[in-house]
């Protein structure tokens, strides 16, 4: 027997590893450890008043801090029957296409794109091809400047608070973003480009469920209660108050995270799943770029959620755009956030962070204190369906060899993006 | 602008992994801070302060070091920021390994952060004993506190 180890894709000991145990040509163990926080996390949360929750949750996650606020304040806002202004849903939104542009340009040119380059890291691809890095470092710095300006600051926003926003953007900073927003216009289409010249990747194919939120424009990444899950053509629709229903999980002993099932089958969130479940966003350029990339939906490759972030981030931009029109059309205004009425209830709410689906469901008292928490990540609803790919992509591969099937492996974890090394950052001595 | 900026890395629900945010959030609140320097309690990931960085005289990064020292123990690395260096490593005593999935090191952002803002960086490791979840610091490294925020004074003096 052979067994394959990647045991430092997480920076907490022990954790986020991949295993891969092999006999002669059958794959007879698969697991991947998941170092997943916020599920250890919420008892921190438990007793604290409903506007003291979102600030501590943001924490989960720095990468994640605008998806975990606002999911936090949407719950909380669901179980008070909180209904916020047109104008606190366009914010919000627009705080979303940040951190997507964000992630999603860390994620493409500082993790992804060495790999199909066959680059170490992005250092090392820097010292080569500057250009690709920069272009990356600009499109970060855009997605952070969008959460910096209408969250107000750059990590765990501030501005948003249950029922609305603090404080607004002023006119004046909108414009200014419109300007960096235009200059990401070019910057998106050349990733574009960037993604369309990189050789394929095809280490497993098979059939994936997939699962995004399903928002009334077909187009938000918060907007909406129900998820929507595809297999084989057919669909399946799960409220948000049901979320049990769509995760069915459990404890499995090797990883911190429990594995998720529907309908017995694992299912994969993410870029990918949103882009399945809301294919009517892909029109004029979204389905040139989407025929340059190759991607057919449903996809049964893992690997293409690369070029569903690609997508993503070209529609990204343009939709950040549109929704700063709309703002300096309408005018901003300066209004208090929606009183907040505590009850004894419960809220859930679900949303797309930049991974995927996340999902915040709170139990409050009649004084409006947490008595019950459950927070579940886009990475923990992921890992079942990475360690079905992983076998696959071991079953399928010709090769035997450790250190091209560890590299294979590798990649598919990373088509995932997923968040299993957030939760801490260290430094290590050599 | 201010010419000094510090910014405490770490995610401060992961117990002592958080040092370098609770070292900044101290920090910002002490009298005897300089008036020259700006703090910033920072997540994870450094690259997000690249524009703040620009015009300083020098940076100060604090964060979470994982070895053998005694806990509390801080370790300064420095780097010069020199332009058309950004194939070395600035510190080679830290491991540079591409190990995260999610983002990068302080370690890999600095060598990154070379390309577009030449400002000398210093990179102050405080020694942990370990990272798990909880919201504060551990006793052990909350009674060394004092010093260390004394060590960062005499960094910043």
């Known amino acids: 027997?052979?067994?394959?180890?990647?045991?430092?894709?997480?920076?907490?000991?022990?954790?986020?590893?991949?295993?891969?145990?092999?006999?002669?040509?059958?794959?007879?163990?698969?697991?991947?450890?998941?170092?997943?926080?916020?599920?250890?996390?919420?008892?921190?949360?438990?007793?604290?008043?409903?506007?003291?929750?979102?600030?501590?949750?943001?924490?989960?996650?720095?990468?994640?801090?605008?998806?975990?606020?606002?999911?936090?304040?949407?719950?909380?806002?669901?179980?008070?029957?909180?209904?916020?202004?047109?104008?606190?849903?366009?914010?919000?939104?627009?705080?979303?296409?940040?951190?997507?542009?964000?992630?999603?340009?860390?994620?493409?040119?500082?993790?992804?794109?060495?790999?199909?380059?066959?680059?170490?890291?992005?250092?090392?691809?820097?010292?080569?091809?500057?250009?690709?890095?920069?272009?990356?470092?600009?499109?970060?710095?855009?997605?952070?400047?969008?959460?910096?300006?209408?969250?107000?600051?750059?990590?765990?926003?501030?501005?948003?608070?249950?029922?609305?926003?603090?404080?607004?953007?002023?006119?004046?900073?909108?414009?200014?973003?419109?300007?960096?927003?235009?200059?990401?216009?070019?910057?998106?289409?050349?990733?574009?480009?960037?993604?369309?010249?990189?050789?394929?990747?095809?280490?497993?194919?098979?059939?994936?469920?997939?699962?995004?939120?399903?928002?009334?424009?077909?187009?938000?990444?918060?907007?909406?209660?129900?998820?929507?899950?595809?297999?084989?053509g057919s669909r399946a629709i799960v409220h948000a108050t049901d979320y049990k229903t769509l995760t069915n999980e459990r404890a499995v002993p090797h990883s911190h995270a429990k594995h998720s099932a529907f309908r017995e089958?694992?299912?994969?969130?993410?870029?990918?799943?949103?882009?399945?479940?809301?294919?009517?966003?892909?029109?004029?350029?979204?389905?040139?770029?989407?025929?340059?990339?190759?991607?057919?939906?449903?996809?049964?490759?893992?690997?293409?959620?690369?070029?569903?972030?690609?997508?993503?981030?070209?529609?990204?931009?343009?939709?950040?755009?549109?929704?700063?029109?709309?703002?300096?059309?309408?005018?901003?205004?300066?209004?208090?956030?929606?009183?907040?009425?505590?009850?004894?209830?419960?809220?859930?709410?679900?949303?797309?962070?930049?991974?995927?689906l996340l999902i915040h469901s709170y139990t409050y008292d009649a004084e409006g204190r947490i008595t019950a928490a459950d927070v579940i990540t886009p990475t923990a609803l992921n890992a079942a369906s990475m360690e079905m790919h992983f076998r696959k992509a071991v079953e399928q591969s010709a090769e035997r060899d450790d250190a091209a099937l560890s590299r294979k492996l590798q990649m598919i974890a990373r088509a995932y993006d997923p968040c299993i090394s957030c939760s801490v950052h260290l430094l290590r001595r050599q | 602008m201010k010419p000094l900026l510090v910014i405490g890395l770490g995610n401060s629900l992961m117990g002592d992994e958080g040092v370098g945010w609770h070292v900044a959030e101290r920090l910002a609140g002490d009298p005897r801070l300089p008036a020259d320097a700006e703090v910033v309690c920072g997540g994870t990931d450094l690259l997000r302060y690249a524009d703040g960085m620009e015009q300083r005289r020098r940076v100060i990064v604090v964060d979470a070091l994982h070895d053998d020292a005694e806990p509390g123990s801080v370790s300064a690395w420095e780097e010069t920021g020199g332009a058309g260096a950004s194939a070395c490593q600035p510190f080679p005593q830290l491991d540079n390994g591409q190990d995260n999935v999610h983002c990068l090191s302080a370690v890999q952002a600095i060598q990154l952060l070379r390309m577009s803002v030449p400002v000398p960086i210093t990179l102050l490791g405080i020694s942990i004993p370990c990272a798990n979840v909880q919201s504060g610091l551990s006793p052990e490294l909350a009674a060394r506190m004092p010093a260390i925020l004394e060590r960062m004074l005499h960094e910043l003096a």
Do not use: W
């Open chain 1, 265 to 356: 089958k694992p299912f994969m969130v993410g870029s990918l799943a949103r882009l399945t479940v809301n294919p009517r966003r892909l029109t004029g350029k979204l389905a040139v770029a989407k025929k340059r990339l190759k991607l057919q939906l449903p996809a049964d490759n893992p690997m293409d959620n690369n070029k569903a972030q690609a997508l993503e981030l070209i529609n990204d931009v343009e939709r950040a755009l549109e929704i700063i029109e709309q703002l300096l059309r309408a005018g901003v205004k300066d209004e208090p956030p929606v009183p907040v009425h505590p009850r004894a209830a419960t809220g859930t709410a679900i949303t797309e962070a930049p991974r995927g």
């Open chain 1, 1 to 232: 027997m052979s067994k394959i180890v990647i045991d430092h894709l997480a920076r907490v000991e022990g954790h986020g590893g991949i295993t891969v145990e092999v006999e002669g040509d059958t794959v007879s163990n698969v697991t991947f450890d998941v170092f997943e926080g916020a599920r250890l996390l919420e008892p921190l949360v438990r007793g604290k008043r409903f506007d003291e929750v979102a600030p501590v949750l943001s924490r989960i996650c720095s990468i994640c801090s605008v998806a975990h606020t606002l999911t936090s304040l949407k719950a909380t806002e669901n179980a008070f029957a909180v209904r916020v202004s047109p104008q606190t849903d366009l914010l919000r939104e627009l705080m979303f296409r940040g951190e997507s542009i964000e992630s999603h340009a860390l994620h493409l040119f500082l993790l992804a794109v060495p790999d199909y380059l066959n680059y170490p890291s992005a250092i090392a691809l820097s010292a080569d091809k500057p250009a690709v890095v920069l272009l990356g470092l600009r499109l970060k710095k855009l997605g952070n400047l969008i959460q910096e300006t209408i969250g107000g600051r750059a990590i765990h926003p501030v501005n948003a608070v249950p029922g609305g926003f603090g404080k607004a953007p002023a006119i004046e900073q909108l414009i200014e973003l419109r300007s960096a927003l235009m200059q990401g216009v070019a910057d998106s289409d050349a990733a574009m480009d960037l993604m369309a010249s990189l050789p394929a990747a095809d280490f497993c194919h098979c059939d994936t469920v997939y699962a995004a939120l399903r928002s009334p424009s077909l187009d938000s990444y918060y907007d909406g209660d129900e998820v929507m899950a595809v297999s084989d």
